[in-house]
C-alpha cells in the first residue's frame, strides 16, 4: 500500500508537472510533518523538493542522510531502497542522489555539503565550524559537545579565533562560569536554580572532565545519582536513592532543558492514572542517556528552527520509536509498569 | 526561512582564520588514555598544571595525567619513599585504611605488607600500576611519631593529643617550624576517651569527680563508689600516650592527681579494652574506637548534667572526655604523594573510612531542636547559671523548627579569638552554605558562656563571639554572603550550659557559638 502511495506521487510528478506541489506551501508540508504521518508529510516534502523547493530537499536530505536527527520512525526505517529513492532523494532510480548534494541553488551547496558532512571525517572542529558558518548553531553546539565528551577536551584548542561565534556555545559558556566560580559545590539544588538551558550539557562535560581536575569531591551523592540517571545508568542507584525527589528534580529541570523535557512529555503521554517513578529513569537507560536526546533535533535549523521542532509532538513520536526499538536490546528487567504496558503493546 | 544564512555567508568569508593555539600548548593526556586537554602552558607546581583554555584556566592533577609539549617538565615525580608515625591505633589501623581508599580515589592500587617484626609497608600505584610511593607505617605510639619526624625517619607524626609547649620548642629550636601552626598541624578526626569496665559490672554510671579519686587510688573499692564491696582494679595507659596525655589533661592534671602507681600501664588502648573485658573487677579510660567488648559507663557531671559520648557529642566537643587527631609535619618539603594524601583526607571518602573505623570523622551533621532535650534540663538544673523564664523563651522561640548544625565554636576564657580548629570549621561551613542546598532557610550564630561573671556582660560577650563569627564566615564564603540566606548572630550568656561550670572542661564546652539552621517560613499578608 505505501509503495502504491509513493508511485502514484512519483507519476504525479514526473507526468503532471508540479500541479500538485504548488497546492501545498512548505508550511503546511513542514507543519504536517511536525504533527501529522510521515507517509503523507514526506510524500508533500517530496513534490515541493522537485519542484525545487531548497527547504524541502534540505529537510528530505537530512532525514535519508540521518535518521535519529531527521525522525527516526518506522516509516522511514521500513522504506526499502527504491522507496527511499522516490521518496526522500533526487535523481533518476538506481542512479538517486542525496538531496544535500543536489540542491537546486547553487548559494547553498556548501550549506547542504556542511549537513551531509558533518557525521564524516576527522575533523569535530572543523565539521562544526562548516554547521556553525551556515546557520546551524544547534548542530554544530551538539558535535563539539560530543567530542568533548569523547575526552578530546584537546581539540577545543583548535578552535580557530574567528569562530562564527561557535565559542559562544552556551555548554561552553556554561563549563567557563563553573570554572571561574570559587564556589565549586555541585549539588541538584544549584542545579535547580540555575536557569541556563544548556545546564545538563555542561554538567555532564565538566563531569567528563571531573577526574583529571581534581572536581569529583564536590559533587555531591544527589548529583552523582542525577547524572548516573541522565548517563542513561539508573540501574547503578543506590537502593535508598530518592526516586520521588529524583524525579521530581527531573521534572523541574526539564522545564528549561528542552532534550530532557522530551523524555518527561513520553512518559506523561504513556502513563496511566498513577505516578512511575521509574519510567523516566529506565527509558533513558534504554536509549542510552541524554547524548541520544540530544540527538533528536531538527534536521535544519534554517528551516524548523530547534525551539519549534523540540516544542512540537513529533520529537515525542521519535523519542517513542526509539524507546520501542532499543529496547529489544535491552538486556535488564523492565522496572516500570509504564514501560512494561508500552512495550507489550498494551500501552 | 534561508535568508538569514544567505546574510551569514559573505561575511563569514571575509573572517580570517586565526588558531588560539601558541608556541607554548600543552596536551595533557589522562593516563588511560579517555581525557585530553590542551592549552596554554601556565604553571606546574609538582602537583598540578595549570593550562589556559578556552574555558578559563584549568589545574589539572599531574598524577593523573602525562604531558606533551616543548614546555613539559622533565618529570612530574619519582617513585618516594616515606614513612607516617605515632598512634598505634590510628597510624596501624586508620591511615593503613585511608591509604587503601587513596589508591582507590585516585584509580590505582595499593598493596600492604604486613611485617609481624616492624612497620607494615604499603605500596601505592598508579592505574597504569606504575609505583608512586612505598610508604611504611610505623605504629610506635605519638611519642615515637614525634622523634621520627624529629629526626626525619618519618614525614608525618599522627597524635591523639596535641602537642605539648614544651615539645614544640623543641622543633622551632631546631629549625622545624611552629608545628602548631596550619601550615604544620592538622586535626583530621575526633574521639571520645571512655571509661570502661566488664559488661558484668553492674555499674552503669560514674560521677566526673570520682575520676580522678579513683585512677590515682585514692578510692580503691567498687562499694565506694556505688558498686559491690571489691577491690578496684587499674588499668592505664602511659602518660606519654594519647590516651594516657589526654586523660590527664581533662581529668587528673585539674584535680592535682596522677595515676597509681598499682595502676597496670598497658601498650595500647586495644589491649587496655580487651584486659578490663575479662576482668569483673577492672576499671580503664580508653577511646571510643577501641571499646571492643568492654562496657562503657556514662559520666554524670557535679552538677547532674550528663553527657553520652555519641558521634554527634563528640562533634560538638560537648562530651567532657573529647579529643583531637593530630597530623603533625615540619617545615621541610613533604613528598609530592604525602601531600596529595593529605588533601585526600579531607575529602569524604576519607571521612567516611574514618567513621567507620570508629573514630569520629569530621563531617557535619545535623541535630533537631527536639532531640535537645539536654539542653533544657541543663538550663534549669544548675543553681550557679543567671537565667529568668524570659530569657529561655526567648532562646525557645529562636531555636523552633530549627536544626543544630555540629560545627561549634569555641573560645579561650574572656577571649573573643577563634581557635585553630575554629578556622578549619569556618571554610568547612562556608563550604557547606554554598553548596545551595539551604535556600529558604537562615543561619543563626548564637553565643554562649560560662557562668563566671555577671549576666549581663556574659550576654554582651557571648553576642560578641557570635559577631566575630559571623564577621569570619561571610568573609569566607564566595562573594562575601549567599543571596537568600541571612546569617543572624545573638548571644544568650550563660543561659544553656551544656557541661558543669565548676569543672575547667565544663566552662571550656559552655564557651561556644553554636550554629543552627532555622526553616524561613513567610506568612501571608
Known amino acids: 500500500m505505501k509503495i502504491q502511495a509513493i508511485i502514484a506521487t512519483a507519476a504525479l510528478f514526473f507526468s503532471a508537472s508540479n500541479v500538485f506541489a504548488q497546492s501545498v506551501t512548505i508550511n503546511e508540508a513542514v507543519d504536517a510533518w511536525l504533527n501529522g504521518s510521515d507517509a503523507a508529510s514526506l510524500e508533500m516534502l517530496s513534490d515541493l523538493a522537485h519542484s525545487g523547493n531548497t527547504d524541502a530537499q534540505l529537510l528530505l536530505g537530512q532525514i535519508d542522510r540521518d535518521v535519529v536527527p531527521g525522525g527516526y520512525s518506522d516509516f522511514v526505517v521500513g522504506l526499502d531502497y527504491t522507496e527511499r529513492e522516490l521518496l526522500l532523494r533526487a535523481g533518476d532510480l538506481g542512479k538517486s542522489v542525496n538531496w544535500l548534494l543536489s540542491l537546486t541553488d547553487p548559494e547553498l551547496a556548501a550549506l547542504g555539503e556542511a549537513i551531509f558532512g558533518y557525521r564524516v571525517g576527522r575533523d569535530p572542529i572543523g565539521n562544526a565550524l562548516a554547521l556553525q558558518k551556515y546557520g546551524e548553531p544547534a548542530a554544530a553546539e551538539n558535535v563539539i559537545w560530543n567530542t568533548v565528551n569523547n575526552g578530546r577536551f584537546d581539540l577545543l584548542n583548535t578552535i580557530p579565533a574567528e569562530n562564527y561565534g561557535l565559542l559562544d556555545s552556551g555548554f561552553l559558556q556554561w563549563i567557563t562560569a563553573y570554572m571561574a566560580n570559587p564556589n565549586k559545590a555541585l549539588t541538584v539544588n544549584r542545579l535547580l536554580a540555575d536557569p541556563s538551558p544548556e545546564k545538563i550539557m555542561g554538567l555532564l562535560a565538566v563531569k567528563r572532565l571531573a577526574r583529571v581536575l581534581n572536581l569529583n569531591k564536590h559533587f555531591s551523592d544527589e548529583i552523582n545519582q542525577f547524572i548516573d540517571i541522565i548517563l542513561g545508568k539508573g540501574y547503578d542507584l543506590p537502593d535508598d536513592a530518592n526516586l520521588v525527589d529524583l524525579s521530581a528534580d527531573i521534572e523541574k529541570i526539564a522545564e528549561v532543558d528542552a532534550p530532557l523535557s522530551i523524555a518527561v512529555r513520553a512518559c506523561k503521554r504513556w502513563e496511566t492514572d498513577h505516578v512511575d517513578y521509574e519510567c523516566i529513569i529506565q527509558s533513558l537507560e ?62 | 526561512m534561508l535568508r538569514k544564512m544567505k546574510k551569514i555567508i559573505p561575511l563569514s568569508l571575509a573572517v580570517g582564520i586565526s588558531t588560539i593555539a601558541t608556541a607554548e600548548t600543552v596536551t595533557l593526556k589522562s593516563l588511560d588514555g579517555a581525557t585530553s586537554l590542551s592549552g596554554e602552558f601556565l604553571n606546574f607546581d609538582g602537583q598540578t598544571y595549570t593550562i589556559r583554555t578556552i574555558v578559563g584556566d584549568l589545574t589539572i592533577d599531574a598524577f593523573q595525567v602525562t604531558c606533551e609539549g616543548d614546555v613539559c617538565p622533565t618529570a612530574v615525580s619519582d617513585p618516594s619513599n616515606f614513612s607516617i608515625s605515632g598512634d598505634s591505633n590510628a597510624v596501624g589501623k586508620l591511615f593503613a585504611d585511608l591509604l587503601f581508599k587513596f589508591g582507590i580515589d585516585i584509580g590505582g592500587d595499593t598493596v600492604t605488607s604486613l611485617n609481624p617484626n616492624g612497620p607494615a609497608e604499603v605500596q601505592l600505584s598508579n592505574e597504569l600500576g606504575e609505583e608512586l610511593a612505598n610508604i611504611t607505617l610505623k605504629s610506635n605510639g605519638s611519642v615515637q611519631g614525634l622523634r621520627d619526624i624529629f629526626s626525619g625517619e618519618a614525614s608525618l607524626a599522627v597524635l591523639t593529643r596535641p602537642i605539648t609547649k614544651e615539645e614544640n620548642a623543641i622543633f622551632q629550636l631546631a629549625g622545624l617550624g611552629d608545628l602548631t601552626s596550619p601550615e604544620q598541624q592538622t586535626i ?23 575520676l580522678a579519686k579513683i585512677f590515682s587510688g585514692k578510692v580503691t573499692n567498687w562499694a565506694q563508689i556505688g558498686g559491690p564491696s571489691a577491690d578496684i582494679n587499674l588499668y592505664a595507659r602511659d602518660g606519654t600516650s594519647g590516651t594516657g596525655a589526654v586523660f590527664n589533661t581533662l581529668v587528673m592534671d585539674p584535680a592535682g592527681a596522677k595515676i597509681a602507681d598499682t595502676a597496670s600501664i598497658l601498650d595500647t588502648d ?53 579529643r583531637r587527631l593530630y597530623t603533625y609535619r615540619t617545615n621541610q618539603e613533604l613528598p609530592a604523594q ?101 535556600d529558604n532557610k537562615e543561619v543563626l550564630l548564637i553565643g554562649y558562656t560560662d557562668s563566671i561573671g555577671g549576666g549581663t556582660s556574659n550576654q554582651r560577650l557571648s553576642k560578641l563571639r557570635a559577631e566575630e563569627v559571623r564577621a569570619a564566615l561571610i568573609s569566607a564564603l564566595p562573594g562575601g554572603g549567599i543571596e537568600g540566606l541571612p546569617i543572624r548572630a545573638m548571644g544568650f550568656g550563660e543561659i544553656s550550659p551544656l557541661a558543669c561550670n565548676e569543672s575547667k572542661s565544663g566552662r571550656n564546652i559552655n564557651r561556644r557559638v553554636e550554629v543552627w539552621l532555622r526553616d524561613n517560613v513567610t506568612v501571608s499578608q
Request: hydrophobic share 40%.
Open chain 2, 188 to 210: 583530621f578526626a575526633l574521639d571520645g576517651l571512655v571509661i570502661i569496665t566488664s559488661k558484668s559490672n553492674p555499674l552503669r554510671a560514674i560521677a566526673e569527680q570520682d
Open chain 2, 270 to 322: 586495644a589491649d587496655v579494652a580487651k584486659a578490663v573485658a575479662a576482668d569483673p573487677l577492672g576499671i580503664s579510660v580508653t577511646s571510643l574506637s577501641d571499646v571492643g567488648n568492654a562496657k562503657v559507663l556514662a559520666i554524670r557531671g557535679v552538677c547532674g548534667i550528663q553527657v553520652p559520648a555519641t558521634p554527634f557529642t563528640i562533634k560538638t566537643e560537648e562530651y567532657p572526655l573529647t
Open chain 2, 338 to 438: 604525602l601531600t596529595r594524601f593529605l588533601d585526600f583526607i579531607d575529602t569524604e571518602p576519607a571521612q567516611n573510612a574514618i567513621a567507620n573505623d570508629g573514630f569520629v570523622d569530621l563531617g557535619v551533621s545535623f541535630q533537631s531542636n527536639d532531640e535537645q532535650g539536654l539542653r533544657y534540663l541543663s538550663a534549669v538544673l544548675p543553681t550557679d547559671v543567671e537565667m529568668t523564664l524570659g530569657q529561655l523563651r526567648d532562646m525557645t522561640a529562636n531555636l523552633m523548627a530549627s536544626d543544630r548544625v555540629s560545627i561549634t565554636y569555641r573560645f579561650e576564657l574572656g577571649s573573643a579569638q577563634l581557635d585553630a580548629r575554629a578556622q578549619d570549621d569556618i571554610q568547612r561551613l562556608a563550604q557547606m552554605l554554598s553548596t545551595g542546598d539551604f
Open chain 1, 286 to 347: 534504554i536509549v542510552s542517556g541524554y547524548k541520544t536526546l540530544l540527538s533528536i533535533r531538527t534536521p535544519v535549523e534554517n528551516v524548523i528552527p530547534a525551539e519549534d521542532f523540540l516544542a512540537s509532538e513529533h520529537v515525542v513520536d521519535i523519542f517513542e520509536n526509539l524507546v520501542k526499538t532499543r529496547a529489544l536490546y535491552y538486556k535488564r528487567p523492565i522496572r516500570s509498569s509504564t514501560l512494561q504496558r508500552l512495550l507489550s503493546g498494551e500501552g
